[in-house]
């Protein structure tokens, strides 16, 4: 079974010392906004990859897994 709450806490990172404590890739400056921001424009997994050689599907993924959890309404009832 896929567990991806384990993924976001395996490849997502936040560090003050690291833009300011925003949510990156782990061993990466790269954003998770800016993956969601590609995604959101139409750009694919496997394009996001070709440009970001140090990313994997996995990475995209997670990102935007965790931008998922952060940014969804909280469960009413809950």
């Known amino acids: 079974m896929y567990d ?3 993924e976001i806490q395996k490849r997502i990172h936040s560090d003050p010392e690291i833009l300011s404590g ?4 782990r061993g990466t400056r790269i954003p998770v906004y ?3 921001d590609f995604f959101r424009s139409g750009i694919t997994e ?6 970001y050689p140090d990313l994997t599907v996995e990475d995209v993924r997670a ?3 965790f ?3 952060e940014t969804a309404p909280a469960s009413v009832g809950a």
């Open 46 to 51: 496997a394009e996001i990859v070709d440009d």
């Open 22 to 25: 925003k949510p990156v890739v």
């Open 4 to 6: 991806i709450e384990a």
């Open 63 to 65: 990102a935007l897994a």
């Open 67 to 69: 931008h998922l959890r």
């Open 34 to 36: 800016v993956i969601v």
